[in-house]
């Protein structure tokens, strides 16, 4: 069974930096995709950075919401089965329970989420 945990939440102020890790568990998959998503109070959940691999081609794309490209950074790490999110110059508006999500073969599969709150 697919397992995802997410971790690295905190409290920081507008303006400073927080790194999210996912943790995956529970398949053996070398092509498939992960990515990070978010909900603020009272607010729909929202995606906000995705990431497609094929280890078997050496191959990743990653993909940005608009309103956090140049400050979010997706990473990934096949022998930790492991992904990240760095977030920098982040908002208040960011303040949200963050999930990682995995799909293969159009099955997506969510974990815990991580709560970020970022103060003003």
């Known amino acids: 069974e697919v397992q995802l945990q997410a971790s690295g939440g905190g409290l920081v102020q507008a303006g400073g930096s927080l790194r999210l890790s996912c943790a995956a568990s529970?398949?053996?998959?070398?092509?498939?995709?992960i990515g990070w998503f978010r909900q603020a109070p009272e607010k729909e959940r929202e995606g906000v950075s995705c990431m497609n691999l094929n280890y078997r081609h050496s191959d990743s794309t990653s993909y940005y919401r608009d309103s956090v490209k140049g400050r979010f950074t997706m990473t990934s790490d096949n022998a930790e089965t492991t992904v990240y999110l760095q977030m920098k110059s982040l908002k208040p508006e960011d303040t949200a329970v963050y999930y990682c999500?995995?799909?293969?073969?159009?099955?997506?599969?969510w974990g815990v989420g991580t709560l970020v709150t970022v103060s003003s």
């Open positions: 529970g398949f053996d998959f070398d092509d498939y995709s």
């Open positions: 999500s995995l799909r293969r073969n159009r099955i997506d599969y």
